[in-house]
């Protein structure tokens, strides 16, 4: 996957920490969380949840988070 600006990115432990703290709250539930970016004058822009939990700017992923 593509990787924020190495610049602008957190440690891969806040990231990962980030997740679970979502899992944690939903509880048994299931997350499925797409990248929704848009394309602009500066390149792609990454949706701001997608982002925020996995630091990825890949068009057209997707995340699954479910207790296993």
Do not use: W
Request: glycine letters at 12%; proline letters at 3%; charged letters at 20%.
């Amino acid at each position: 996957p593509q990787l924020s600006d190495p610049g602008q990115m957190q440690a891969t432990s806040v990231y990962a920490a980030r997740r679970e703290a979502l899992m944690k709250a939903m509880g048994d539930g299931v997350a499925v969380i797409y990248a929704n970016g848009v394309d602009d004058s500066a390149g792609h822009r990454q949706s701001g949840d997608f982002l925020y939990l996995t630091g990825v700017n890949e068009k057209g992923a997707v995340l699954v988070l479910a207790l296993v």
